[in-house]
């Protein structure tokens, strides 16, 4: 079957960093996508990535292993309204979205 | 700035009421998607439309049925509500490209109770 892991809740101390990962088996790999979701709002993109390697934008950077089926999102210097929940999903090879759980980050001052 | 409006944020419905979520998008976009969200599950795909009057399940589509009968607008439709179907539905659309990256815009999410 088709699967992502993440785990359900972090916390972290504001101006500190903190790393989600995000752990995926699919039929097939089209890509692998972050979204963040504030309390009571929609889910925005945050990032893309479908070769493997580093991709930086500005405080956020996201990673991807196809070999291992792993990525992660890695957020620099924590800011109060970081706090949110992240969403990890993965495209299969029928350009499906197949959705983790969602990770709800905590920022403590 | 590009938009997906849901028409209604909160309802609150009766067990066996038919119940219409609406959806309109202003950035011509191609494909057309509902979702719900509950609390400790990833979003599941109900319908799908890759274009005008056409529709296609998704991964929980019993108790649902849709409408496009419109590019910019996309319907989601519960023929008789029931309590299970309490959820946070949200809209989305994408460009109809067949890259990898299509990356989705969210509406804000229509909040169904069903008593």
């Known amino acids: 079957g088709q699967n992502i892991d993440q785990p359900t809740e972090m916390t972290a101390t504001e101006g500190a960093i903190v790393q989600i990962n995000c752990t995926y088996q699919?039929?097939?790999?089209?890509?692998l996508f972050w979204y963040q979701q504030h309390a009571g709002e929609a889910p925005t993109f945050l990032s893309y990535n479908v070769l493997d390697g580093l991709e930086e934008k500005g405080r956020f950077s996201s990673f991807l292993s196809r070999s291992k089926g792993y990525s992660y999102l890695l957020l620099k210097e924590l800011q109060m309204k970081d706090s949110a929940s992240y969403l990890c999903a993965a495209m299969d090879s029928n350009y499906q979205l197949i959705w983790g759980a969602g990770t709800k980050l905590i920022i403590k001052p | 700035d590009v938009k997906v409006t849901q028409s209604s944020r909160y309802l609150v419905k009766r067990t066996g009421e038919k119940v219409f979520l609406e959806c309109v998008q202003d950035m011509d976009h191609e494909n057309m998607f509902w979702y719900r969200q509950d609390p400790g599950l990833g979003l599941r795909l109900i319908y799908f439309?890759?274009?005008?009057?056409?529709?296609e399940k998704g991964d929980i589509p019993e108790g649902y049925s849709v409408s496009r009968e419109k590019k910019e607008r996309f319907s989601l439709i519960l023929e008789s509500a029931s309590t299970n179907q309490t959820s946070m539905y949200l809209c989305?659309?994408?460009?109809?490209?067949?890259?990898?990256?299509?990356?989705?815009?969210f509406g804000a999410g229509s909040r169904l109770t069903v008593l």
């Open positions: 699919t039929s097939g790999f089209n890509g």
């Open positions: 989305a659309s994408t460009i109809g490209d067949s890259s990898g990256a299509n990356v989705l815009t």
């Open positions: 439309s890759y274009d005008v009057k056409m529709k």
